[in-house]
C-alpha cells in the first residue's frame, strides 16, 4: 500500500504547511520578541558548530560533545560577538542589542552577566538572520566567531 493512501489527510495536509525554510521578510522577523530570536539562533548556532564538527574529522561522541559545548557557551559566544561587532551593518547591530538588553529571568552557569548579555544578542541575531533566510551572513559571523575562539 503506497504511503498516500496510509496518512490521513489531516496530517498529510500539515506535512505540507510545515516549513523548515524560513520565508521572512526583515519587518516580520523584527516583530519577534529578542528572547524568541535568541532562542532560535542558539539552536541554529549549535547545528551550524556541530555540522562544522562532523564534517572536519571522524570523532567520538563524546569528543564532539566537548567541543561544541566550548564553542556554544556564553563566553565563547561572547568573543566570537567581540569579533563580528565592527562589521556589523545598521540591522543588524540593532537586532543585537535588543538581544543584549532583553531582560532574561535566567543566568548561565559559569558565564559573568556581561557575556551573558552579550551571548543572547549574539543568538538573536543569528535568529534573525536565520529567519529572514540570510544563509550566508550567519555563516559567516559563526566562522569569523570561531576563528576568533580558536586564536585563543
Not at 92 to 98: D, G, P
Not at 113 to 139: H, M, P, S
Request: aromatic content about 8%.
Amino acid at each position: 500500500m503506497d504511503r498516500e493512501k496510509q496518512v490521513p489527510e489531516s496530517i498529510r495536509q500539515a506535512e505540507l504547511d510545515f516549513h523548515f525554510v524560513p520565508e521572512m521578510t526583515k519587518e516580520e522577523a523584527l516583530m519577534y520578541a529578542p528572547l524568541t530570536l535568541a532562542f532560535l539562533g542558539d539552536a541554529v548556532y549549535e547545528l551550524a558548530i556541530r555540522t562544522d564538527l562532523v564534517q572536519e574529522a571522524d570523532r567520538s561522541p563524546n569528543m564532539l560533545n566537548r567541543l561544541s559545548s566550548a564553542l556554544a557557551k556564553a563566553g565563547a559566544q561572547s568573543i566570537a560577538m567581540e569579533a563580528i561587532e565592527p562589521i556589523l551593518n545598521e540591522d543588524e547591530l540593532s537586532v543585537y542589542r535588543r538581544g543584549r538588553n532583553a531582560k532574561s529571568h535566567t543566568m548561565a552557569k559559569n558565564a559573568t552577566v556581561i557575556d551573558y548579555r552579550r551571548a543572547t544578542g549574539f543568538e538573536a541575531l543569528i535568529g534573525y538572520l536565520y529567519l529572514t533566510g540570510q544563509k550566508e551572513r550567519y555563516l559567516e559571523l559563526i566562522r569569523i566567531g570561531v576563528e576568533k575562539n580558536e586564536q585563543g
